[in-house]
T-cell receptor
Framework: DGGITQSPKYLFRKEGQNVTLSCEQN?????MYWYRQDPGQGLRLIYY???????QKGDIAEGYSVSREKKESFPLTVTSAQKNPTAFYLC???????????FGEGSRLTVL | KQEVTQIPAALSVPEGENLVLNCSFT??????LQWFRQDPGKGLTSLLL?????REQTSGRLNASLDKSSGRSTLYIAASQPGDSATYLC???????????FGQGTRLTINP
């Protein structure tokens, strides 16, 4: 079955540590996205990529980094510079023909 | 700057009722509009995608309409069931944009 796989589902991190969230898709979509969701704040775009080896900052990119070395993969690193990293992180990809967006199941990061 | 609003923030209805969820947007130059469902702790599931040239889309008991001139979309749910309880989000993609702008969502509860 085609879809978007995010891992890990739950992650705990100590302050000062970098963590990397994985996102893999087998939908053959060109564009991929990372969103952050906080209670009462809706979805906010962190980074997006329209093509391999290229990506753009979203609305809240500070303290995050990404790479797009393969079409299927778009990992997100939450660095120690991110002041409030505890959140629910969602990866998505979209079809070029229609622009329809599909999401993974999410990764919940908790900083201890 | 595009803004998307969903009112009400929460809605509770008895099982079996037909209901309408509202989504409004400020800029009518949109490429498409998408409705999603999100269950607690889960990712977003795409329900319906309406391209700018379309007036409505249907899937099972769901019907979404789009009126660009008034900046409104509605999601109609027929014969509601307890399993329809979830948060419903709408999102708009502007013409020429890669990013979607999300509403805050409507939390729907269907009471048995």
């Amino acid at each position: 079955d085609g879809g978007i796989t995010q891992s890990p589902k739950y992650l705990f991190r100590k302050e000062g540590q970098n963590v990397t969230l994985s996102c893999e898709q087998n939908l053959n979509h060109d564009a991929m996205y990372w969103y952050r969701q906080d209670p009462g704040q809706g979805l906010r775009l962190i980074y997006y990529s329209q093509i391999v080896n290229d990506f753009q900052k979203g609305d809240i990119a500070e303290g995050y980094s990404v790479s797009r070395e393969k079409k299927e993969s778009f990992p997100l690193t939450v660095t120690s510079a991110q002041k409030n990293p505890t959140a629910f992180y969602l990866c998505a990809s979209s079809r070029r023909e229609t622009g329809e967006l599909f999401f993974g199941e999410g990764s919940r990061l908790t900083v201890l | 700057k595009q803004e998307v609003t969903q009112i009400p923030a929460a809605l509770s209805v008895p099982e079996g009722e037909n209901l309408v969820l509202n989504c409004s947007f400020t800029d009518s130059a949109i490429y498409n509009l998408q409705w999603f469902r999100q269950d607690p702790g889960k990712g977003l599931t795409s329900l319906l995608l309406i391209q700018s040239s379309q007036r409505e889309q249907t899937s099972g008991r769901l019907n979404a309409s789009l009126d660009k001139s008034s900046g409104r979309s509605t999601l109609y749910i027929a014969a509601s069931q307890p399993g329809d309880s979830a948060t419903y989000l709408c999102a708009v993609r502007d013409v020429g944009a890669q990013k979607l702008v999300f509403g805050q969502g409507t939390r729907l509860t269907i009471n048995p």
